[in-house]
């Protein structure tokens, strides 16, 4: 009989990094609740949060020992872990003798742990000699990234969501945060339960759930985020609703912003938007008119090939109204996965470096290499998500290492992954779950524990980091992933990873952070574990976190200014509709499926929400086409198609049909994957791909 026992720790879905509390029972039965002192959701859970229990659970889909094959002819066989770290360490020597360090690259996930992305960026960038280290935080929030380094200096959210219930008006573009942040959606709910004054913008070509609390919603057009917001910026600026104080003495660049928005008149802009005039001028009185004034977005914007463009427009209306570093106000994005902004602080990503350093600057890498003890860093960044795998299709990327994620299912034009892994030299999956599709690509499998079976940090989308405790033994040889990647750099032959648990990998990050403008270094395990989370920065013992950044209005910036910034681009220039490609397809999540559904997917009980992918199209389109509800279409874009059920009604615009992300190539061949459609273009600057944009053509089969 087990001791019963009780943990408190943080959600493992998506960015809202709900509080959860485990219970242990004497049979070893896990049981979840919401933990009631944890400030962000005050014992809240979402359905998908109340069913970790039975994912954490269920042992049935998980790898337990690690397997591999000689060659592609051969079967999988088991190994043991000493067989499998020397086999990775003789192919991983042998490639980067013969092609160079750049030729492997590591692909890992928003979902790691704090200390794992610590420790995989290390080893990428400070011993193995490349920066091939990018993550599926490349399709989230790399555009916000860029939009807040230009405006803010930093990768820096400004605020809380504390500050939900001090803001008197929110603008959500691009999200649908009743579905995909639900808690952090019910916060808002309940505000506005409240105090029915609150004004609710939404800026979305479909009609969601969150519309449900809207005072207005914006349906534009695909694309079109920077017109109207340029719209708004004018309407502000021409009707004085603007802070020129705040703009005088706290920003730069005000005249690039005036500029960019007095392109277009507002009635070109409605025009253009398919939304009317009227509609743009009352969501600008809101703004405009409001105490304390939130913007809010996700991956509407950011996954676009203008996604920077649309985060420096959304931006420069805080800017305008002085809307930052005061209660309730301030650009939020709403980070996707639970562990983004971890992964950014450490510099998990191709074009960044740890703590915020700047790839860039040369003193920095320095900085950086001299504290790990490895090789120089390059300055040049390294291959993004998308860039890996086009490397690999063409060879000059030979071996890949994917943690945690399943890109045959999440990248998009998923055809392409395919190739791209099929024409791999050597490709190591380290995961949990056989459900992962892309387990069937890997030459080496590895299994690694699972949430509640290892210990480590993340950071939420408003900066609060938390602690996570090893609550239960992973099954079979699974091992935490920090362990395996220390393992795997000592056969290597690197030095410095003398690891014995995951509170030394921490303690280094800390360190690294001490100087900077997010650093960590009072934030022990002790204090995470004994005092609760903390919002960063925590530079000393006693620092007791923070809550809302830029109160004294000095920015993270050289000049300590906030800075506008033009949008480079107005007009989306992705791919164009055709005769061929009528219709613009755009993906998105539904609200009791994660990701590509390996956790989830397993739960019975979340399967009775929405059970299998449809195609939403409006019913004017689907009268075009012959089409009623519960059809099965054919979706057909440039690079691949799908069979899926089509769901009619007039919540969606014409011409735009909108297809969830979640279902992959196991289900029914290909039955609804919609990156089989999806475009690979990226964003230029952010790298970002363009999941929201696509021409397609439907028709019955
Ligand atoms: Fe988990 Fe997000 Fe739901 Fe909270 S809102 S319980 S973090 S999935």
């Known amino acids: 009989m087990l001791k019963k026992s009780t943990h408190k720790t943080i959600c493992s879905y998506c960015g809202v990094g709900c509080g959860i509390e485990v219970s242990v029972d004497s049979k070893g039965t896990l049981s979840v609740k919401g933990d009631e002192s944890y400030p962000v959701n005050m014992g809240m859970l979402c359905s998908k949060g109340k069913n970790l ?22 079967p999988m066989q ?39 992305y610590y420790l995989v960026n290390k080893l990428t960038k400070g011993f193995i000699g490349t920066n091939n280290i990018d993550t599926n935080s490349r399709l989230c929030m790399s555009s916000a990234v860029v939009g807040y380094k230009k405006m803010l200096g930093e990768d820096s959210v400004p605020i809380s969501y504390a500050d939900i219930e001090l803001s008197d008006c929110f603008l959500i573009a691009g999200a649908n945060p009743a579905w995909c942040h639900p808690i952090l959606f019910r916060r808002i709910e309940k505000h506005k339960e409240e105090n029915p004054q609150v004004k609710i913008i939404v ?144 510099g ?50 030979k071996a890949i290492w994917i943690i945690c994620t399943n890109p045959i299912v999440s990248l998009p034009n998923a055809n392409k992954i395919e190739r791209a892994l099929k024409n791999a030299s050597f490709v190591v999956v380290q995961d949990i779950s056989h459900n992962s599709e892309t387990t069937e690509f890997a030459d080496l499998l590895l299994p690694a ?47 410095g990873f003398d690891y014995s648990d995951a509170s030394e990998v921490y303690d280094e990050h800390c360190l690294l952070t001490k100087g900077t403008n997010i650093d960590i270094s009072g934030l022990s395990y002790d204090r995470l574990k004994n005092e609760g989370s903390f919002q960063w920065p925590v530079p000393d013992p006693k620092h007791k976190g923070t809550p809302r950044l830029f109160t004294d209005l000095h920015f993270f910036t050289n000049d300590e200014k906030s800075h506008f910034n033009a949008p480079p681009k107005l007009y989306n220039q992705s791919e164009q509709t055709d005769v061929d490609f009528p219709l613009i397809l755009n993906t998105g999540r539904v609200r009791d499926q994660w990701h590509t559904r390996t956790k989830t997917g397993k739960v019975k009980r979340l399967l009775t929400h929405i059970p299998e992918p449809f195609l939403e199209m409006n019913k004017v389109d689907a009268y075009l086409r012959n089409l009623k509800d519960g059809d099965v279409a054919v979706v057909k874009s440039r690079r691949g198609d799908v069979q899926v059920k089509v769901k009619v009604n007039y919540d969606i615009r014409e011409r735009v049909v909108f297809l969830p992300m979640h279902w992959g190539k196991m289900l029914n061949n290909d039955f609804g994957r919609a990156n089989n459609m999806t475009s690979d273009l990226v964003d230029p600057i952010s790298k970002e791909p363009d999941f929201k944009y696509c021409a397609v053509q439907v028709s019955k089969y």
Not at 101 to 115: D, H, I
Request: with cysteine.
């Open 53 to 74: 229990n039975y994912v954490a659970q269920d042992t049935t889909d998980r790898i337990l020992y690690p397997q591999m094959r000689w060659s592609r002819n051969h």
């Open 78 to 116: 088991r190994i043991s872990w000493d067989t499998a770290f020397e086999r990775a360490a003789a192919v991983f020597k042998s490639i980067i003798d013969k092609h160079g360090p750049n030729s492997v690259g590591f692909y890992v996930s928003g979902q790691c742990l704090t200390e794992e």
């Open 348 to 397: 998990g990503m191709a074009s960044l470096l740890a703590a915020h350093r700047d790839l860039g600057n040369p003193r920095h890498r320095a900085e950086v290499a001299e504290f790990w003890g490895g090789k120089e860093i390059s300055g040049e960044a390294g291959y993004s998500a998308t860039e890996m795998f086009d490397a690999l299709e063409s060879g000059k990327m």
């Open 203 to 346: 800026v979305d070509p479909r009609k969601t759930q969150t519309c449900a609390i809207a005072d207005l919603h914006l349906q534009i057009l695909p694309g079109t985020d920077v017109i109207l917001f340029n719209a708004i910026a004018r309407w502000l600026i021409e009707k004085k609703k603007i802070d020129k104080k705040f703009i005088k003495n706290h920003t730069v660049n005000f005249e690039a912003c005036k500029e960019s928005a007095f392109q277009l008149s507002l009635r070109k802009a409605a025009e253009l938007c398919g939304i009317s005039i009227d509609d743009i001028r009352t969501a600008a009185s809101y703004i405009g008119n409001a105490k304390a004034f939130i913007s809010m977005w996700t991956m509407g914007l950011n996954q676009s090939v203008i996604g920077v463009s649309k985060n420096l427009a959304l931006l420069n209306l805080s800017l305008l109204t002085g809307q930052i570093g005061k209660p309730g106000a301030g650009p939020f994005s709403l980070t996707g996965q639970p562990n983004a902004m971890g992964g950014r602080e450490v």
């Open 449 to 495: 524990a699972g949430w509640l079976e290892k210990e480590g940090t993340m950071t939420n989308s408003e900066r609060r980091i938390s602690y996570l405790p090893k609550v239960i033994d992973p099954p079979g040889e699974a091992l935490p992933d920090v362990e395996i990647l220390w393992k795997f750099a000592k056969k290597m032959g690197y030095e």
